[in-house]
């Protein structure tokens, strides 16, 4: 659907403004858009962008996640200080 409106809707614009002087029309309704989505955000709640509560359950394994990526990193890192104490 946008592949189709979307070109039509800035060659519009483009010929729009290119009839009135100001070909950069396109340019300037883009620029519009995304101003209007910035203050859009801007002006929502902050809780609207809080992520939402995790159960207990799911606090408890991402918990666990969390130390069994900590004992990857660390592996990793001894494997590479132990290959750079070979090459020497």
């Given amino acids: 659907l ?5 070109p039509t809707l800035y060659g519009y614009l483009f010929g729009l403004g290119c009839s009135v ?4 029309l396109p340019f300037l309704f883009a620029t519009a ?7 859009l955000v801007l ?14 359950a799911a606090r408890d394994a ?9 004992d990857l990193a660390a592996g990793s890192g001894g ?7 070979g090459g020497s």
């Fill in 2 to 6: 946008l592949k189709v409106v979307g």
């Fill in 21 to 24: 002087g100001v070909p950069a």
């Fill in 33 to 39: 858009v995304s101003l209007s989505a910035t203050a």
């Fill in 43 to 56: 002006a929502s709640p902050s809780h609207v962008w809080d992520p939402p509560p995790q159960p207990p």
């Fill in 62 to 70: 991402g918990g666990g996640g969390g130390s069994g990526s900590g």
């Fill in 79 to 85: 494997a590479g200080g132990s290959g750079r104490g």
